[in-house]
């Protein structure tokens, strides 16, 4: 069980900011490439430092990704990035089709994921990218819970050889970790132990995962919370082992629950442990408002989460 610790939120975005600076310093292959909202992602700080090393391409994701594709296939490692929603779909082609298809080695960064970009509503909310990305042969996806994770894993995935999808979310979210966490793509962690049900989450919506579990502590119910930063390849031992020992799953992510985290699970399941399970995401689109006040509407709340988890119980 890794050290967890109360701690002040911190925005993703500005966590990414700073581990691509920190990543520019100590290597210098590394480029950033963003579509005219390095202001908002915070790639430009990583610009301001290294002009010559940044490149903003315009509000033109498709030919942002191409650029990147070029770059990786002369020994750089570029990290492209904009927000979530226009990196899947208006980047989809060159994506799929140079950078998945030919293994190079450009990291994706989707920022402003989920329902985070909250005021500038559905046109800007990102609830499909994991679902187009996970579908992908060669990619791996990695979605990031709060500010030590974001600069682990902008440092692992930077080591890694290959396509990688990082998702990021605008907002702060509570710091979680420490600077003692071991951050491994493809392991999964165990944040809490319980033998009732486990709650197997991605990105920042993991700390109202933590809040749910201590919701069902107080009412005499035990669940395991697990940390599932890597989407795919998905932790497919941890998945069986907490389906042995609880016997009830309910996953929990700012996605739709078609083709991200909880499909990702499902699939797992149906092939080696048929077990109940249940989902919170996404299943319509979202208007404008406070970014709070919608996950709480649409059902991200830790009461919700705790609600789903004793319907799932009941289902054992």
């Keep these: 069980m890794e050290a967890v610790l109360e701690r002040k939120s911190v925005a993703i975005r500005d966590a990414f900011g700073e581990a691509l600076l920190k990543l520019g310093e100590k ?14 992602t915070k790639s430009a700080v990583f610009g301001k430092a290294f002009p010559e090393r940044y490149f903003n391409v315009g509000i033109s994701e498709i030919n942002m990704v191409s650029m990147a594709a070029g770059f990786a296939s002369n020994g750089y490692v570029p990290f492209v990035n904009t927000f979530a929603t226009f990196l899947t779909t208006r980047g989809a082609d060159p994506i799929q089709s140079l950078i998945a298809y030919d293994k190079l080695n450009v990291k994706l ?51 890694y050889d290959g396509p990688v999808y990082l998702r990021l979310s605008r907002a702060a979210a509570p710091v979680i970790y420490d600077e003692t966490l071991n951050f491994e793509i493809g392991k999964g962690i ?67 629950i078609y083709g991200g985290l909880g499909s990702a699970v499902a699939e797992v399941l149906a092939a080696e442990c048929p077990t109940p399970m249940e989902f919170v995401g996404a299943t319509e689109f979202a208007e404008s408002g406070d970014y709070n006040e919608l996950l709480d509407k649409y059902g991200y709340s830790a009461k919700n989460i705790a609600e789903k988890c004793k319907k799932v119980i009941g289902r054992k």
């Design 109 to 159: 960064a989707g920022t402003y994921c989920g329902l985070s970009d909250s005021y500038d509503g559905a046109s800007h909310h990102g609830i499909t990218d994991m679902a187009f990305v996970r579908a992908i042969p060669n990619m791996t996806v990695v979605s990031v819970s709060d500010a030590v994770q974001t600069e682990k894993a902008v440092f692992a995935l930077a080591e």
């Design 27 to 40: 290597q210098d292959n590394i480029v950033a490439l963003e579509a005219d909202v390095g202001g908002s």
């Design 190 to 256: 165990v944040l809490k132990y319980g033998k009732d049900v486990t709650i197997i989450a991605t990105g920042t919506v993991l700390h109202k995962a933590i809040a749910a579990a201590e919701v069902l502590e107080a009412e005499g119910i035990s669940a395991t919370v697990v940390d599932m930063h890597t989407v795919k390849p998905i932790d497919t031992n941890l998945i069986l082992n907490c389906a042995n020992m609880t016997g009830a799953i309910v996953t929990v992510e700012e996605h739709s």
